[in-house]
């Protein structure tokens, strides 16, 4: 084979794999989305630095558990997953600094405390109000008492 038809192959090669990654991103957010609607959800675990670490991704709740998928990944499974009974709302913020170009546009910061700490969250004014209204309603049986300390 000449050298020019092997350098032509690969570089369709390599013009073929982003298109495939792209399209695979593609069908995996219709699948998630497939069961309820996902929305746009930046993470931020490790809030020992202010203003770095985020991580964006994709939302979506699943009966009592919201979970959070990264934005470039192939996996179908959630990289993390919240009880809804331990997961609390502490409060809002805007984004400052690094974090107005690390984050989606519009999106304001959400503190949560965990059993496992502190967990800061970046979503819309909309999915705010559908993410603060899934926490405060409780299931059937739920321990209303245990919310008011």
Same mark, same amino acid.
């Given at each position: 084979? #000449? +050298? ?43 809030? *020992? !630095? ?25 996996? !179908?499974?959630?990289?993390? +997953? ?12 805007? *984004? +400052? ?7 989606? *546009?519009? !999106? ?6 965990? #059993?496992?700490?502190? +967990?800061?969250?970046?979503? $819309? ?7 603060? $209204?899934?926490?405060? *309603? ?8 245990? !919310?008011?300390?």
């Amino acid at each position: 084979m #000449p +050298v020019w038809q092997w350098l032509l192959e690969s570089a369709a090669v390599l013009l073929l794999l982003p298109l495939l990654y792209g399209l695979a991103l593609i069908v995996r957010r219709r699948v998630l989305s497939r069961n309820g609607g996902t929305f746009e959800l930046s993470c931020r675990l490790h809030t *020992a !630095h202010p203003g770095r670490g985020w991580l964006l991704g994709l939302g979506r709740y699943s009966g009592e558990h919201p979970e959070w998928f990264r934005i470039f990944s192939l996996s !179908h499974q959630p990289r993390r +997953v919240w009880s809804r009974g331990s997961l609390s709302y502490s409060g809002r913020r805007d *984004a +400052v600094g690094a974090e107005q170009m690390s984050l989606y *546009a519009g !999106h304001v910061i959400v503190s949560c405390a965990t #059993p496992n700490g502190p +967990v800061e969250l970046a979503m $819309s004014e909309a999915s705010l109000t559908g993410f603060q $209204s899934r926490l405060e *309603a409780g299931p059937p049986g739920t321990d209303w008492d245990r !919310h008011r300390t």
